[in-house]
């Protein structure tokens, strides 16, 4: 890995520990239920989860009402 972080440049401390963390927020960003990205990485509580996640950059969803789905709009 560090020959591979040579060649490409990179000066930045990174581990492989750091891929982990690159991998899981990448999930999170593709819309990856959080639930299946805790399984994945092999973790027994969510809040070990959401560590790896906090510099993942994810839109913010908008929440409906299932009575708007009701009546279509016409």
Do not use: F
Not at 42 to 66: D, F, N, R, W, Y
């Amino acid at each position: 890995m560090r020959e591979a972080l040579k060649k490409a440049g990179i000066i930045k401390e990174v581990s492989l520990h750091t891929l982990r963390h690159s991998y899981a927020t990448h999930l999170l960003e593709e819309g990856v239920n959080i639930l299946l990205i805790k399984k994945l990485l092999g973790h027994a509580k969510i809040e070990t989860t959401m560590i790896s996640l906090h510099v993942a950059q994810c839109p913010i969803a908008s929440a409906h009402s299932p009575l708007d789905t009701l009546y279509p709009e016409k």
